[in-house]
């Protein structure tokens, strides 16, 4: 982990502590540099993940940054008692990264989401962000990431997206990191967003933190997910408790 910023420990995972503005501003001035950087987004179900697999939470703690994704994470520093500044979200992140690298001429490779996604992704980015290089992006249908690896390995983009989900998406950026001296980033879902297949929740929901629950009544199917958010604030309940 990159120590600029102070740290504050969820479940074991070390969130960095600051505001989206001091953070952008480090990752750009690594990018400039070339620095080998890799971000994890983590939200609860992260954090739950990798308190029952011991390599993930190895992968995590790899990583220079993880960023406090979801509500529930500052909800559960809160508990903890070491409050955060505030959520720096990964599809927020990404589009500040974008918008950057359109005014500063950089480079991107796209990976991840269904083909239909990634060629609306490829469509909006050209048009929205004219200056950026895409100088690669692959679908997420994919059994070997060897040849993409060797591409981005050729090409030495200045950032590198991968929308394949966890944990698959960071155990990736961890064995292949080293081929690109740039940024890495797991990017999740935010690709079907970017690309207008699915929606983000409106502003009222976003203000109010309640974009989890417009999510719930978007996509029902994604009841048995949400679930971990109870389960994970009763553990950090557990664990502030002990801490006392």
Avoid at 85 to 105: K, M, P, S
Avoid at 212 to 227: A, D, H
């Amino acid at each position: 982990m990159s120590n600029e910023f102070p740290q504050i420990k969820v479940l074991n995972v070390p969130f960095i502590n600051t505001t989206q503005t001091a953070f952008l501003a480090a990752i750009e001035a690594r990018i400039n540099h070339r620095e080998n950087t890799f971000i994890v987004t983590a939200n609860p179900e992260i954090v739950m993940y990798a308190r029952n697999d011991s390599h993930y939470q190895q992968i995590l703690e790899n990583a220079d940054y993880i960023t406090p994704d979801g509500i529930g994470i500052l909800k559960g520093a809160a508990i903890l008692g070491q409050p955060m500044t505030e959520r720096i979200t990964g599809y927020d992140t990404l589009l500040a990264l974008l918008a950057w690298g359109n005014q500063q001429g950089k480079s991107v490779y796209l990976v991840g989401a269904k083909p239909d996604v990634i060629k609306d992704v490829k469509k909006v980015v050209a048009a929205r962000y004219p200056e950026l290089k895409v100088v690669g992006a692959r679908d997420g249908y994919f059994n070997d990431f060897t040849p993409i690896a060797q591409d981005i390995a050729q090409k030495q983009p200045d950032m590198v997206f991968l929308a394949v989900g966890f944990p698959k998406q960071e155990q990736l950026i961890a064995d292949y990191r080293h081929q690109n001296n740039g940024l890495w980033m797991g990017v999740g879902g935010s690709f079907d967003v970017l690309s207008g297949h699915t929606k983000r929740a409106p502003e009222f929901f976003q203000k109010h933190h309640l974009e989890w629950f417009y999510r719930l009544i978007t996509e029902p199917t994604r009841l048995k997910r949400m679930m971990v958010l109870p389960r994970y604030l009763k553990v950090v309940k557990q664990s502030a408790r002990k801490s006392k």
